[in-house]
């Protein structure tokens, strides 16, 4: 009997103020899409990391006809000092840091530009002897990149050293940044749902200031007669958070999984599973957020 009163009484709010109760429903939405976003982010980020860090070299670029680095003053590189440079690679002073190596002609080097850049216009503009030739590294520890850069960059027909890891670095902190807009963006429409939340409740429980009084004088408990409120609310929540999660789930699935991963079939992207992770979170999440300000708000304004 009490089960079917509270549930009569949530669903007389959820039909008396229908408009606000959409409005949170909303506002939770969209807050918890910008929070799921940002987990997403990190989960992303942190695919990335694992991914292409086993996978990043260092490559010792060889000085070409054009080059201008102070150990290209001979000019090209010529083929001793290219000898010496790989019997260095091989040297067990080097070697112990050195999972493989392999050598990269400037032939191979436009092949692999004409392959990253196919869709590009800049293609037609650069020709083979542009690039340089090199050798591509695969270290045992990423972390020991400051040993082959300090052995190499001095040497000649050396142009240049450079870590790959330190490229995606830059890619992670633009990621990260997004991922701290993500947030306070979050937290701005967070603050929005506590208001919103807050608003609705009261004006729920002004509605129905005479329903709730005379629960109070037939002895009605203070549970009995703030639930209905505080359910009203949290369901609002719920929905909106539902959406939200579902919302991920699309754009991991259909963005994710069918527009960049055939775009960039090299990267590994976050799965569906992996963005339905954080439901259980953007769910307790809104829960935690609608019960909190129900609570404050009957506290105020509704005195039992």
């Not at 020709?127 to 520890?141: A, C, G, M, V």
């Amino acid at each position: 009997m009490r089960l079917a009163f509270i549930l009569g009484e949530i669903a007389s709010g959820l039909r008396r103020n229908l408009a606000m109760v959409v409005s949170v429903i909303l506002v939770t939405f969209v807050s918890l899409t910008f929070v799921g976003a940002a987990g997403m982010l990190q989960l992303q980020i942190n695919q990335m990391k694992g991914y292409w860090y086993d996978r990043v070299q260092v490559a010792i670029f060889l000085c070409g006809p054009g080059s201008s680095a102070a150990g290209c003053a001979g000019g090209a590189v010529t083929p001793d000092q290219q000898k010496s440079i790989q019997a260095l690679l091989a040297s067990p002073a080097v070697a112990q840091y050195v999972n493989d190596y392999h050598f990269e002609s400037q032939a191979e080097a436009y092949q692999h530009f004409k392959e990253q850049f196919a869709n590009s216009p800049i293609v037609d503009s650069v020709t083979p002897d542009q690039l340089p030739s090199s050798f591509r590294i695969n270290l045992k520890d990423p972390e020991k990149y400051q040993i082959i850069s300090e052995t190499f960059s001095s040497r000649p027909g050396v142009e240049t050293v450079i870590d790959q890891r330190q490229l995606l670095e830059r890619l992670f902190s633009v990621m990260n940044g997004a991922s701290f807009v993500a947030i306070v963006i979050a937290a701005v429409m967070i603050v929005c749902a506590i208001l919103l939340i807050g608003t609705t409740i009261r004006l729920s429980a002004f509605s129905r200031r005479r329903e709730t009084g005379i629960m109070r004088l037939v002895g009605a408990s203070k549970l009995v007669i703030q639930l209905p409120f505080v359910l009203e609310g949290v369901i609002a929540a719920v929905v909106g958070a539902v959406l939200a999660s579902a919302t991920l789930w699309a754009v991991a699935r259909f963005f994710l999984g069918d527009v960049l991963a055939k775009q960039y079939p090299d990267t590994a992207f976050i799965s569906p599973t992996q963005a339905l992770m954080l439901s259980p979170l953007l769910i307790g999440l809104g829960v935690i957020l609608a019960g909190t300000s129900s609570m404050l708000t009957l506290r105020r304004y509704l005195k039992v």
